[in-house]
């Protein structure tokens, strides 16, 4: 499944929620938030089986080309199994709490506290999203 929002409002303090099955054989998603499909704050990508990496969540960022690696070792995601997770973030960080409620951060690299575009990619199905 691939979609993209390109005008909503995400702002800091608010949460994103979202909910989804992992389809199986799914080898690796990604969720991205930020500005459009070229500046993107949070890349949070889980990677079953993907490029070398296996059961670990990659998340960077792009500001015209990617930034350093952040790797997770936490994998709380199951092949052909659904999924819950939430995003909040402030100029500084973003937090992500894992289906297992395991919070993770990642900094925001932009220090902005408003995007509109999200952008969602891989073999997973969203079956919600909402912000509030």
Not at 33 to 40: K, L, V
Not at 92 to 111: A, E, H, Q, V, W
């Amino acid at each position: 499944m691939v979609f993209t929002i390109n005008d909503m409002t995400f702002k800091a303090g608010m949460e994103m929620k979202l909910s989804g099955k992992i389809k199986p054989g799914c080898e690796s998603f990604s969720i991205n938030i930020g500005h459009s499909a070229d500046a993107i704050a949070l890349h949070f990508n889980p990677r079953f089986h993907y490029q070398g990496d296996s059961n670990v969540i990659v998340c960077n960022a792009n500001q015209g080309g990617w930034g350093s690696e952040h790797r997770e070792q936490c994998f709380p995601f199951q092949q052909g199994e659904g999924f819950k997770m939430s995003v909040t973030f402030n100029n500084d960080t973003f937090y992500i709490k894992l289906p297992d409620g395991t919070m993770m951060s990642f900094s925001n690299r932009f220090g902005d506290d408003v995007f509109k575009h999200v952008h969602v990619t891989g073999d997973i199905k969203i079956t919600s999203i909402g912000v509030k």
